[in-house]
Nanobody, 125 residues
Framework: QVQLVESGGGLVQAGGSLRLSCAASGRIFSIYSIAWFRQAPGKEREFVGAINRSGGSTDYSDLVKGRFTISRDNAKNTGNLQMSSLRPEDTAVYYC??????????????????WGQGTQVTVSS
């Protein structure tokens, strides 16, 4: 098991940027693939992006590709989601998730057994 805590959410104007962080504790962070999901009110939780355990491979939803960047620092047990050119439709609770996928990337919620509590991102128009 790994415990995850997100931070960095807040209110930002459209076109602005935010950086979310995911701090991990517990088992060895470097074995886990890390993903970010988001959930807007009344909608299902959706995949945003993921990074494999080495950081050498990433995947993004088409909705955020080119605007969001995922990174990780295994020495600091942290994952990050840099969000730029934010839009009102990016408003959601953002969740960090982790799974031991043997280096693969997962894009489904069921791929990830470990979740943080979420952090709210609100983008005003």
């Amino acid at each position: 098991q790994v415990q995850l805590v997100e931070s960095g959410g807040g209110l930002v104007q459209a076109g602005g940027s935010l950086r979310l962080s995911c701090a991990a504790s517990g088992r060895i962070f470097s074995i886990y693939s890390i993903a970010w999901f988001r959930q807007a009110p009344g909608k299902e939780r959706e995949f945003v992006g993921a990074i494999n355990r080495s950081g050498g491979s990433t995947d993004y939803s088409d909705l955020v590709k080119g605007r969001f960047t995922i990174s990780r620092d295994n020495a600091k047990n942290t994952g990050n989601l840099q969000m730029s050119s934010l839009r009102p439709e990016d408003t959601a609770v953002y969740y960090c998730a982790a799974a031991d996928l043997a280096g693969r990337l997962g894009t489904a919620t069921y791929d990830y057994p470990n979740w943080g509590q979420g952090t709210q991102v609100t983008v005003s128009s």
